[in-house]
Each structure stands twice: as structure tokens, then as C-alpha cells.
């Protein structure tokens, strides 16, 4: 029986459930767009990190996934592949070193095949285009940076990577995202 990608989203999302400390403020986004809206995560979970999952059920291919893989990277703390049983090998033997993978069968079981090493090389300008404009003029209004209304969203992601220390920039993009999504 092939699983739906529905329900192994619904088997991943529980099995963070039970693998990972989950409190109250972290929040589960479903079908996230990143980078310019140009890709989309299956599923993130959203705590003290972005840890995305990209889901290949069995009828799905790897043939997109060096892509993929290369824009999750651009944007997440985490990467994770989330493949069958039938994908195994090739999830282990094409992805990046720091990409998790893991391995789900026909009857719903998940298990790590591999864990995520932390992605160190975030894109700040790609990670900034979670944020609308809105965000990014409070960002920069709450850090007394100079901007002006009719800055462009380019613009005001350069100003604010610019002017502030990445971990601030995390912090308030990882903030945002669970306030949106909460």
C-alpha cells in the first residue's frame, strides 16, 4: 500500500511530536515558501531553529532533489529528507553530508538513517525573504537603523544585514515566522 503524502506528513508531524522536545511556542509550517517564494518546505519545524523536511513518498522521484536540497540550505538550520524505504540509498548516497535523512515504510514506522549535521552557511539575504516589508522596516525601526518608507524590500534586507549581527537576524526572522504561523 502506497502511503498519501498526506499521511506521512501527519506521521512526520507526529513523530517530531515524540522525538523532539516540543513546547508551547514552537510551531509546525506546513507547505512554507522560501527564497523569493520560489521553492516550498514540506513541512518546518519551527523552535529554536529551522529544521525543514522535504517528503519523497514512493511514487515521488529524486531527480528534483539536488535543487531542493541546495535552496533548503540557503535558509534552514536543518535539512532533512524524509524518503521511503525505495529511496534510501540514493537519499544517502546523493545528499550533502549535513543533510539528515530519514526512512519511513509502509506501515507509517520512521526511524533516522542519518541526522542533520546544523547548516552553518545560512544566505542572509535569502533567510530575510521570510520577512515582509513591514517586518523589515520594525526590524530596522526597533534597532534605531535608518531607513526610508519607500525603501525597497531589497533594499531594507541589505540595510539590515548591513547594520545588525546574524544572530539577531535569525532570531527575529525565526521570531516572525512563529508569530505568523502560530
Not at 19 to 27: K, P
Not at 112 to 119: G, H, L, S, V, Y
Request: aromatic share 10%; proline share 2%.
Amino acid at each position: 500500500m502506497t502511503l498519501r503524502p498526506d499521511h506521512i506528513k501527519t506521521t512526520l508531524r507526529s513523530w517530531i511530536g515524540e522525538h523532539h522536545l516540543i513546547d508551547e511556542n514552537d510551531v509546525l509550517i506546513e507547505e512554507l515558501c522560501f527564497v523569493d517564494r520560489k521553492r516550498r518546505a514540506d513541512l518546518v519545524h519551527a523552535n529554536g531553529k529551522l529544521s525543514a523536511y522535504e517528503i519523497k513518498s514512493e511514487a515521488d522521484s529524486l531527480v528534483r532533489w539536488r535543487g531542493q536540497e541546495e535552496a533548503y540550505h540557503l535558509v534552514f538550520d536543518e535539512v532533512w529528507i524524509c524518503c521511503h524505504f525505495k529511496h534510501l540509498s540514493k537519499a544517502l548516497n546523493s545528499s550533502k553530508q549535513k543533510t539528515g535523512v530519514m526512512v519511513f515504510d509502509d506501515f507509517s514506522n520512521m526511524a533516522i538513517a542519518k541526522p542533520a549535521e546544523e547548516n552553518k552557511n545560512i544566505d542572509f539575504s535569502k533567510l530575510l525573504s521570510f520577512l515582509w516589508k513591514e517586518n523589515l522596516q520594525s526590524l530596522c525601526y526597533e534597532h534605531d537603523i535608518r531607513f526610508r518608507k519607500s525603501d525597497s524590500v531589497m533594499l531594507l534586507r541589505q540595510i539590515a544585514i548591513n547594520n545588525l549581527p546574524k544572530q539577531v537576524l535569525k532570531n527575529y526572522v525565526l521570531n516572525t515566522l512563529k508569530a505568523r504561523y502560530s
